[in-house]
Nanobody
Framework: QVQLVESGGGLVQAGGSLRLSCAAS????????MRWYRQAPGKMRELVAA???????TYEDSVKGRFTISRDNAKNTVYLQMSNLEPEDTGVYYC???????WGQGTQVTVSS
């Protein structure tokens, strides 16, 4: 069973940056679309960014120009570079492999004002 493990979350001040990583336990990331979701307290999980197997990317409107999704196929890892962070970006960030219905355990991002 393929596993996804996120890392890189933490506490950062508004305007700061973080890079999240999602490592897969098998060579699978290069073949499929990968997604990052986030869930703020009391809110539904929402799609933040996605990258297809041919590296086309899409973003939720509020993060466009601030977040960048990318992949390193050799490391079986997908990244989410987050810049100019805002308190509204606070939440648990999850990596998702939709074709397999797989989710990581999540990593907490907290942005203080």
């Amino acid at each position: 069973q393929v596993q996804l493990v996120e890392s890189g979350g933490g506490l950062v001040q508004a305007g700061g940056s973080l890079r999240l990583s999602c490592a897969a336990s098998a060579r699978i990331i290069s073949y499929y679309t990968m997604r990052w979701y986030r869930q703020a307290p009391g809110k539904m999980r929402e799609l933040v960014a996605a990258i297809t197997s041919d590296d086309r990317t899409t973003y939720e409107d509020s993060v466009k120009g601030r977040f960048t999704i990318s992949r390193d196929n050799a490391k079986n890892t997908v990244y989410l570079q987050m810049s100019n962070l805002e308190p509204e970006d606070t939440g648990v960030y999850y990596c998702n492999l939709p074709v397999r219905g797989l989710w990581g355990q999540g990593t907490q991002v907290t942005v203080s004002s």
